[in-house]
């Protein structure tokens, strides 16, 4: 068993559905059990891919594969949503089937290579995979204009691996932590880095490089919406967390300004959320916010409760957006007027949102809390006082805005709505909040992650 | 000298995304940047005085000074990514211009 | 300043004056045509840097088939223009 | 407005970088480059180019050490193909009106010219670990063989069909080969063949095999892109 084929099957899979479109939606059922059951097999540790008598000659002249814990729940994550999404969407959007299995490839392959050239050829795969899956929603120019700003966010995400080569001359990401800290001069990585992490803030929407968000989230359906917001958004927050902790090094002038920028992403991602009456909008600017958090627990450090904070996002903003976007789909507007009363006839739905919003904001029993309580304590603990109070500024505005756009729901307007949400879809909903409320209350979560970085690096040196 | 053109041509195609409202210019700024991207690769990988391109005819030959051979192989795979992209944002443009009926941004109604 | 500066200088700074006109030009299908023409430059800065195998993948698919494809595509807007 | 700050952006930005770079001790001038102290010296040293066995390394980085970044580069185009036609959709008939008939010369013209175009094609794939290009160039020419054919006959339409079926199975195999490495090798994608001797035709091992592979698929794949670029729908 090796952790290649968590890629490679997908990918043959999606080169077999093209020859048959029937059983495209089959194949990529099967493939996504498959590489959920795989994990379980696989060991943590480094897999080389290609060259020459690989055993002989086990240095690093192609490329490799790092699987650790780490990457080990991000992949359960993602593997696991694309699969239930798909699910829900089975009916609807079975044409999509080729396009996720590429998706599903591309996230694999980020999360797991450990070449910065290969991350970049998945960027690609990913990104394009995500054009088309936006394209469900209809509106060309907000797709075209999300393709343009991701296309620019890999080319200056290339430039700086090519610096970085020029430098060190290797793209083995271990090798070069240790050559970066052997030669011990941050001051000259701050170009590559910089250019780096605005290529992957474009993807993981952080401020001021999110501007292709609400063109394609404002328009999203309950396939697009899940898969952007939950997948795509957790995977590129797990990216982007392993280049922090593991690669870039954030010091003096340069970490002021990426924690500037990032505590201004958190503020204005929730004030537009509390100035939009639009509910999609809601949740997509909440979503910007949340995401600029968990990037600012990265660099400072507290990364188990910022891996929690991602896992929960992802699975909230995936029953948000599906209730929100199938309400949507049936009454024509997403308008929280438009809305008001839709949990009048849909109380089960109605429960299940309020505890994935509650715990989204942060209160007592449930998941959120937890995870707040917990990352807000390491942030005291380091003397981040100005972060907790922004982070407990951005909760309120947080708090009233949720609190408004559930009251509104709950109820009932002028006129009734009837919206049907089927079964499948009630059982995820009951699901990951009963999930969210299990965390919360009976928690005795990992407190260490066993980051087999420092073992890889022995193996590296000693072969 | 091609090194500093590359890294301004890498600008130019920036600067032609962020002022033009033209999608088709967009998708020629977009081309220009993934090309000065790609001659700023191989840039990066050229040595002066002589040296030759990676290919020998027999492993006698190895005792000469090549150019490094990796930046090449990375192009190699960039400039396919970029043909895919462009087709890809080709597309899109036909489909905006069938919807719109214009290639200009500014002239279409559906907000950004 | 030897040969190689001197050609590498000419073409540099052609290279930025085609990009300007490829961005600054009216028409589209001339920024296309200089688009293309950027890209022929860039096969001759490959070739003079050592790059064989990227020199005639740029030439054959950078400057053929993404020149194709953008006529293709302002060649279909013009029949839509003539109904 | 927008142009001013645009442009004081991008300065800024080439400014920037220019700058970083020329302060930069551990960035090497342009050409003073020293491979010693790069990965990439150990791909030209006697040992293991006799181990890869292909004279152009540049191809046995490609499609040998690297060629995971290859597989993935022709899942881009996959993609991309994939993704041209499903926003067109799939319900086009017609040819685009180009406007322009073609003649007589024309036609037979590029009869002999197609020929001469897939000999080259094929040759350029074959020894793409000998002299420069391979799969990539190879792949292209025969797509512009294709793009002939649909210039030279405004009624001439490609089997969409036959493409798909070369792509999936082309890119099948590719990663069948791939795990056959793993099999009978240790690691995917990694050589299981004899190398022969370098310089000659039969020689580095899965390579020739692979940028056969590679050429078909982006042939086929660049072929199909071409004909969604030139039909339209029938109601249009």
């Known amino acids: ?463 | 000298m091609i090194q500093y053109a590359s890294i301004i041509l890498f600008v130019i195609g920036i600067y032609g995304l962020f002022v033009s409202k033209n999608v088709i210019k967009m998708i020629v700024s977009l081309n220009i940047m993934e090309i000065g991207l790609n001659i700023f690769i191989i840039s990066i990988g050229f040595v002066g005085g002589g040296a030759i391109a990676p290919i020998i005819s027999s492993t006698q030959d190895l005792g000469l000074i090549f150019v490094d051979p990796l930046p090449q192989a990375l192009v190699l795979t960039a400039i396919v990514i970029g043909v895919g992209t462009t087709a890809l944002a080709l597309a899109f443009a036909k489909t905006i211009y069938k919807t719109y009926n214009t290639f200009e941004l500014d002239e279409m109604e559906e907000s950004a | 300043m030897t040969f190689f500066e001197i050609i590498s200088l000419v073409i540099g700074i052609l290279l930025l004056v085609i990009a300007f006109m490829a961005i600054n030009s009216k028409k589209l299908i001339n920024s296309v045509l200089f688009l293309s023409a950027l890209s022929m430059l860039a096969v001759v800065a490959f070739v003079l840097m050592k790059a064989p195998d990227v020199a005639i993948t740029e030439a054959v698919i950078g400057s053929g088939l993404v020149t194709a494809l953008f006529v293709f595509t302002l060649l279909s807007l013009k029949r839509r223009e003539s109904e | 407005m927008r142009k001013l700050f645009g442009l004081l952006i991008t300065i800024a930005l080439g400014v920037m970088i220019i700058l970083a770079l020329d302060k930069t001790s551990a960035f090497p001038k342009f050409g003073e480059v020293n491979l010693q102290e790069r990965i990439s010296n150990q791909y030209l040293t006697e040992e293991n180019v006799e181990m890869v066995g292909s004279a152009n390394i540049v191809t046995a980085i490609v499609v040998g050490y690297r060629g995971f970044d290859t597989l993935g580069e022709v899942t881009v185009l996959f993609i991309s193909a994939l993704g041209v036609a499903f926003i067109f959709g799939g319900t086009k008939q017609q040819r685009l009106d180009l406007k322009f008939k073609p003649n007589f010369m024309l036609r037979v013209g590029s009869n002999v010219l197609l020929g001469i175009i897939l000999v080259t094609s094929i040759y350029i794939i074959l020894h793409g670990h000998l002299t420069p290009g391979g799969g990539f160039p190879g792949g292209a020419i025969i797509a512009s063989a294709v793009l002939l054919l649909y210039l030279a006959d405004d009624k001439f339409r490609s089997n969409v069909k036959g493409f798909k079926l070369i792509e999936g199975i082309a890119g099948s195999i590719f990663v069948v080969v791939g795990l056959l490495g793993l099999v009978f090798a240790t690691a995917f994608l990694e050589n299981f063949l004899p190398v022969g001797t370098v310089g000659q035709l039969l020689s580095a091992g899965i390579i020739p095999i692979i940028y056969v592979l590679i050429g078909l698929k982006v042939g086929s794949e660049i072929a199909g892109v071409v004909d969604n670029f030139l039909t339209e729908e029938e109601s249009a």
Not at chain 1, 84 to 92: E, G
Not at chain 1, 233 to 238: E, L, W
Not at chain 1, 284 to 294: D, P
């Open chain 1, 1 to 463: 068993m090796n952790a290649v084929l968590l890629i490679v099957i997908p990918l043959l899979a999606a080169f077999i559905s093209i020859v048959s479109k029937k059983i495209a939606p089959y194949l990529l059922l099967v493939v996504g059990l498959f590489n959920i059951v795989l994990l379980f097999f696989l060991e943590n540790g480094l897999v080389f891919i290609g060259g020459f008598d690989v055993a002989m000659n086990s240095d690093l002249l192609g490329i490799s594969l790092l699987l650790d814990t780490y990457a080990r729940m991000a992949l359960w994550l993602i593997n696991g949503l694309i699969l239930v999404i798909f699910c829900l969407n089975f009916k609807s959007y079975k044409a999509f089937s080729s396009i996720l299995l590429l998706a599903m490839a591309g996230l694999n392959g980020l999360l797991l290579t450990n070449d910065l050239f290969n991350f970049f050829v998945f960027l690609e795969i990913s990104g394009i995979a995500a054009y088309l899956i936006t394209s469900a929603n209809k509106k060309p120019v907000s797709t075209f204009r999300y393709l343009v700003i991701g296309a620019i966010g890999s080319s200056l995400f290339l430039f700086g691996v090519v610096v970085l080569y020029a430098m060190y001359g290797t793209l083995n990401m271990i090798v070069m932590i240790q050559a970066i800290q052997a030669s011990g001069n941050y001051a000259e990585v701050i170009l590559p880095f910089t250019l780096m992490f605005i290529g992957l803030g474009v993807e993981a929407k952080l401020l001021p490089f999110n501007a292709w968000v609400k063109g394609v989230l404002g328009h999203s359906n309950t396939l697009t919406g899940p898969m952007i917001a939950g997948v795509y958004a957790a995977a590129m927050s797990f990216v982007l967390g392993r280049f922090i902790t593991n690669l870039f090094v954030f010091e003096g002038s340069l970490l002021i300004v990426v924690t500037v920028l990032l505590a201004l992403g958190i503020l204005a991602g929730d004030v537009m959320a509390f100035s939009s009456t639009k509910t999609r909008e809601i949740l997509l600017f909440s979503s910007i916010a949340q995401a600029s958090i968990v990037a600012l627990l990265f660099v400072n450090g507290v990364i188990i409760w910022a891996v929690y904070l991602i896992i929960a996002n992802a699975l909230s903003k995936t029953v948000m957006f599906l209730v929100i976007n199938k309400a949507t789909k049936d009454v024509g507007s997403d308008e929280s007027e438009a809305l008001r009363g839709l949990f009048v006839n849909n109380k089960l739905v109605g429960l299940t949102f309020t505890l994935v919003t509650l715990s989204v904001m942060g209160l007592p029993l449930l998941a959120g809390f937890v995870i707040k309580l917990n990352f807000l304590t390491q942030l005291a603990g380091i003397g981040q006082i100005v972060l907790i109070a922004i982070i407990l500024v951005a909760s309120v505005i947080e708090g009233i805005y949720f609190v408004r756009l559930i009251v509104k729901l709950w109820y009932p307007g002028e006129s009734e709505i009837s919206v049907k949400y089927n079964y499948s879809f009630k059982a995820v909903f009951i699901v990951i909040a009963l999930a969210l409320l299990v965390f919360g209350t009976y928690s005795t979560p990992l407190t260490k992650l066993d980051n087999t970085i420092d073992t890889v690096m022995e193996v590296v040196n000693n072969g």
